[in-house]
């Protein structure tokens, strides 16, 4: 394919996806909701048949060496476990040399960046598309590495994911629409009219790095690959060494859809390392690294915050999201949706709640008040209800994605007065699943360094106060010190819910207030719901807005004067 048929074939891309582009930007700038995707697999035509055609297929890469062709490739390597079953998926993926990485990058990038932005966009809502052909084997790559449940690897890791990708790209195009190809300029100078035509180039700044995390891989990665991949940066995708399978396969759906449309698909390539040799501190430090994205551990993301210069970084790490209870109209209501956020995937997302800031006196509801005792053990029997019910659990709760987590809670179980206490729950469908249920702790704000920064995992610290302005005052502080993503309020005192919200803006976590229903509290909704706000130490960068594109390339000038030819 020449490059001219390769440029027109693209921007007809553009014009084919053009309806469902512009609803998106709607969405985008109303905050309405929208998808253009099924957002459950029951809702998907054939869903049986096409999950048990991924199940085939997923059961044939089990055991074998992934099949990708990659520039630099060294040896094989792979060690992932399914969190149910416990046994090693058996997959080995090709291990590249950095530096071959990087240089086949800046050999393809010239020529996608020769690329108007309409017809990189073009592309890149074809890589869409095939990705959602593949959504059901995604599904099953998730369930298997990061341990979520069937319904949540399809719905958050699949078409939730895909939206915050369609997102990234319709902030990517506002970005780069914003400034003319050309304009002409006429000033007096004196007696003289100088004319002059200017031309403006949008640059990208180089070779992007994306780091995945382990229990949510596909829903941060696809935004971050398609901001930088919009904007005319290769992007070379960093998995965590539990979690690498979701990522092998998107690579590999990207390499092929730009490789069908005449570009190099050395634009998107895969960086493994092991947990006994990790890359991450060689990548972020590389020469030739422009930009780093990263999702993680807030140690690591810390690091890289802090040595990624002259890269530029954005970063989704962890803190604490807070709970406030103050008073409410129905107790019940609310600690239902509390226990059900609190179980779900066992706590292993960014956004589940952690930390409740609890009134010594208790919680009004109505014109009379519940004891802070009564509050606690409610909720503790709300969470058992899910727990000691094995199909319940095994569908809201899942699995862990790692040993490391179930250290973690035998630990604090010693180190503070156990509400509930968390044991193994049976799976009904794996019978030797990694699981276990949540843990609840009594503490009090002495006890801060046992619950300042995110425990990965199901458990939650119940902090009594001296009354409902403290634990305010102590949940947005404890946010603004360890970093905190979402809040979450329930209050029927208008003045303190507008002065929560001043507080919390303040601390720079997004705040939910008195939600009750069937709708996760931590549910955050693509083309509505901002995602970390960058105001505190649980990240720099957020999904999606205008400053997570726009630094991703620079703008260069020319000026000629109009009649010089």
């Not at 084997?137 to 939730?160: D, E, I, R, W, Y």
């Not at 422009?290 to 890289?304: C, E, K, L, R």
């Not at 292993?348 to 004891?371: A, F």
Request: glycine share 4%; proline share 6%.
């Amino acid at each position: 394919m020449s490059v001219a048929e390769s440029i027109s074939m693209s921007s007809n891309l553009f014009q084919k996806h053009e309806a469902r582009f512009s609803a998106a930007r709607k969405a985008c700038k109303e905050r309405f909701h929208w998808s253009p995707f099924p957002e459950a697999a029951a809702l998907v035509t054939n869903n049986e048949a096409l999950s048990e055609q991924a199940e085939q297929t997923f059961q044939t890469l089990l055991n074998q060496p992934f099949d990708m062709a990659l520039p630099g490739i060294v040896d094989q390597v792979g060690d992932e476990i399914s969190p149910y079953t416990c046994k090693p998926l058996g997959i080995t993926y090709p291990r590249c040399n950095p530096d071959t990485l990087f240089n086949a990058a800046e050999i393809a990038m010239p020529d996608w960046a020769a690329l108007s932005p309409e017809a990189r966009i073009g592309i890149l809502l074809e890589v869409i598309d095939a990705l959602e052909q593949q959504v059901f084997l995604m599904a099953k790559a998730v369930m298997h590495t990061a341990g979520q449940s069937p319904n949540m690897s399809f719905t958050g890791s699949g078409v939730n994911a895909l939206d915050r990708a369609i997102e990234a790209l319709v902030y990517a195009y506002e970005a780069m629409s914003f400034t003319p190809t050309n304009a002409r300029w006429e000033r007096q100078f004196g007696k003289a009219t100088i004319s002059l035509d200017k031309t403006y180039r949008l640059v990208p700044r180089g070779v992007a790095v994306c780091f995945t995390c382990a229990s949510f891989p596909t829903w941060n990665a696809w935004p971050s690959m398609m901001a930088s991949l919009a904007t005319g940066n290769p992007v070379i995708v960093k998995p965590h060494p539990g979690s690498v399978l979701p990522m092998a396969l998107s690579v590999k759906c990207f390499r092929e859809v730009l490789a069908a449309y005449g570009q190099n698909p050395d634009l998107v390539t895969l960086q493994l390392d092991t947990r006994n040799e990790p890359l991450g501190k060689v990548l972020v430090k590389h020469p030739k690294t422009a930009i780093v994205d990263f999702t993680g551990s807030a140690q690591f993301g810390s690091w890289v915050e802090q040595n990624a210069h002259p890269a530029l970084c954005f970063t989704e790490t962890a803190g604490v999201n807070t709970v406030v209870l103050d008073s409410c109209k129905d107790l019940d209501a609310v600690i239902r949706s509390l226990a059900t956020t609190m179980c779900m995937f066992s706590a292993q997302m960014c956004t589940s709640p952690q930390n409740i800031y609890l009134p010594k006196q208790g919680v009004r509801e109505g014109d009379h008040w519940v004891g802070a005792d009564e509050v606690r053990q409610r909720l503790a029997d709300a969470i058992c209800a899910i727990a000691t019910n094995p199909r319940k659990a095994a569908m809201i709760m899942a699995t862990i994605q790692s040993p490391d987590t179930e250290k973690m809670l035998d630990q604090l179980a010693q180190q503070a007065e156990v509400i509930l206490a968390s044991s193994v729950y049976e799976h009904p469908d794996y019978p030797n699943a990694r699981t276990r249920t949540p843990l609840m702790l009594k503490v009090t704000p002495n006890q801060r360094e046992l619950y300042l920064g995110e425990r990965f995992g199901p458990v939650s610290f119940v902090i009594e106060c001296e009354d409902a302005s403290e634990a305010l005052q102590q949940a947005t502080q404890d946010v603004r010190a360890a970093g905190g993503l979402t809040a979450f309020l329930y209050s029927t005192n208008e003045a303190f819910i507008a002065q929560a919200e001043q507080a919390y803006a303040r601390a720079g976590a997004q705040l939910t207030i008195n939600l009750t229903g069937p709708m996760p509290l931590n549910f955050a909704a693509a083309y509505s719901d901002f995602h970390v706000t960058g105001l505190n130490p649980a990240g720099n960068a957020s999904l999606t807005e205008l400053g997570f594109v726009a630094q991703r390339f620079r703008i260069t000038q020319s000026r000629r004067q109009k009649d010089d030819r």
